[in-house]
C-alpha cells in the first residue's frame, strides 16, 4: 500500500469517487468541500456515461447497480438538426440503444456521497490557499485559518482548481463560444412540442457561429444551452439577471433565422438564465512530478463539453488513481503510472472536444458530427456482425 491518507480538494464526482474508491482499499481520505451540503446548489445537467470509463469506474466503486438503478437508457439517443429543423441524424432511429445510458449528475453525487462513511467529506469548508514550503509536506489554508497538512494531496478543485498552481502555471482559456443555460419543467404535461422535438435523449440544432442544445433529464425536466460563438466582452453581456425578457430578446434576434420550433424554446424557457462561458486547459497540458500532488478531472484537463467526456474521464481519473495508490509500493511510482495513463488519455479526449467545437459551429454544420456518428454506428455493426 502506497499511503496511509489522501488529502481531496473538491467533491465533485471526481474527488467523491476517488474518495470511495480509496475507502473499499483501505486508505483513509478526507474531502473538503466547499458546499455546505450535497443539496447546497444545482447539480447541472444529464450525463452520459461509457463502458470503458465511467462505468467502469463506478463498478470499481461498488455501485454499479446502484447507478444502472437511476440511470436512463433511452437518454443516450441523440439528435443532429440543422437550424431549419431538419433531423440528419437520430440514433433512436440507428439502432443504438444500451451503451451510454444518461444519469442525472444530481442523482450520481448522491450515490457517491452515500456510499461514504460518515466524517469523510469535510462539507462547508473552503481552501483558500494551498503552499508546499521548502522541503515540506503541502498546506492547506482552511477559511476558518486552519492550516492542514497534506501527506498526499489530490486537486478534484474544478476548471479554476488552486491545488493546479503547484504543478503549472496554465490556466483554463476561453474557446470562442458562450451557452447560456435555461430551464422547462414538466415537459410531458405542458411543453408537448418541445418534448416531441428533444425526445427522450439529448437534441443538437447547429449552424454557422450558433446552437440550440437540449438534453431530458429526470423529472420531467429539459435543460437547454443557447451557444453562441462570441469574443469573450460580448459572451458576457449576453445575460442581464435583472432583465430575463431583455435577455431572451436578446436570444431570440440572435437565432432570428433558426425555426420557429426551436426560437419557441427560448420564449418558453423559465429561467433562471445563466451565462456558461466555455473554457480549456490547452490540448496536450502537462506537468513535472511534484512530489505527493496530483490532480484529477477538470482540475487536470477541462474540455469543452463537445466530446463527451468530462465526467468520464473525472470517474476514471479517479478509479486508475484510487488502484494506483493502493497497488503501487511508494507514492511517487502510485502518481507516476497514474498521470502517464492521464496525460494521454487527457490529451486525446480533449483534442476531440476542441475539434469537434469548431465543427459545430462551421458553416456547414451539422453535418462534420453527422459524418462522425454515421462512422460510430458502422463502427459498432462491423463489431457485432455475426461471423460470416
Known amino acids: 500500500m502506497a499511503t496511509r491518507h489522501v488529502t481531496i480538494v473538491g467533491g465533485g464526482l471526481g474527488g467523491l469517487a476517488l474518495a470511495r474508491i480509496l475507502h473499499l482499499r483501505g486508505i483513509p481520505s478526507a474531502v473538503y468541500e466547499l458546499d455546505a451540503s450535497p443539496r447546497a446548489r444545482g447539480e447541472g445537467g444529464t450525463l452520459g456515461l461509457n463502458a470503458d470509463s465511467g462505468q467502469r469506474a463506478l463498478a470499481e466503486a461498488g455501485l454499479f447497480e446502484e447507478f444502472r438503478a437511476v440511470a436512463r ?26 451503451v451510454r445510458p444518461e444519469v442525472d449528475r444530481g442523482d450520481l453525487r448522491r450515490l457517491l456521497v452515500e456510499s461514504l462513511p460518515e466524517g469523510v467529506i469535510r462539507w462547508n469548508t473552503k481552501v483558500t490557499s494551498v503552499r508546499r514550503p521548502d522541503g515540506g509536506r503541502t498546506e492547506l489554508t482552511l477559511g476558518n485559518g486552519e492550516v ?9 478543485d474544478g476548471s479554476w482548481s488552486k491545488v493546479r498552481s503547484l504543478l503549472t502555471d496554465a490556466v483554463p482559456l476561453y474557446s470562442g463560444v458562450s451557452f447560456v443555460e435555461d430551464l422547462l419543467s414538466d415537459v410531458d404535461a405542458t411543453h408537448g412540442e418541445a418534448a416531441d422535438l428533444v425526445g427522450p435523449g439529448s437534441m443538437y440544432a447547429l449552424a454557422e457561429g ?14 437547454m444551452y443557447f451557444a453562441v460563438r462570441s469574443d469573450e466582452n460580448r ?9 430575463p425578457d431583455g435577455t431572451r430578446r436578446r436570444l431570440l434576434e440572435i437565432f432570428h433565422d433558426f425555426a420557429p420550433g426551436l426560437r419557441a424554446l427560448i420564449g418558453a ?13 490547452p490540448v496536450g497540458l502537462r506537468w513535472a512530478r511534484t512530489d505527493g500532488v496530483t490532480l484529477l478531472g477538470d482540475a487536470a484537463h477541462v474540455m469543452s463539453p463537445f466530446a463527451g467526456q468530462g465526467a468520464n474521464l473525472a470517474l476514471l481519473d479517479a478509479a486508475e488513481l484510487g488502484a494506483a495508490l493502493a497497488d503501487h509500493s511508494d507514492v511517487e511510482s502510485a502518481l507516476t503510472a497514474y498521470e502517464k495513463a492521464m496525460f494521454a488519455r ?19 454544420a451539422p453535418q462534420h458530427l453527422v459524418d462522425q456518428a454515421r462512422a460510430f454506428m458502422r463502427r459498432k455493426a462491423e463489431t457485432t456482425a455475426p461471423p460470416a
Open 73 to 98: 437508457d433511452a437518454g443516450e439517443t441523440v439528435r443532429l438538426l440543422d437550424r431549419s429543423g431538419t433531423v440528419h441524424f437520430d440514433l433512436a432511429y440507428e439502432g443504438g440503444a444500451g
Open 148 to 156: 492542514v497538512e497534506a501527506e498526499v494531496l489530490v486537486g478534484a
Open 210 to 223: 450558433h446552437g440550440i442544445i437540449a438534453q431530458r433529464n429526470g423529472g420531467g425536466m429539459i435543460r
Open 235 to 243: 459572451a458576457r453581456g449576453l445575460v442581464d439577471p435583472a432583465d
Open 269 to 281: 424557457g423559465e429561467g433562471p438564465l445563466v451565462p456558461r462561458p466555455i473554457h480549456a486547459l
Open 346 to 364: 487527457a490529451e486525446a479526449a480533449g483534442r476531440a472536444s476542441a475539434d469537434n467545437l469548431v465543427a459545430s459551429f462551421a458553416p456547414d
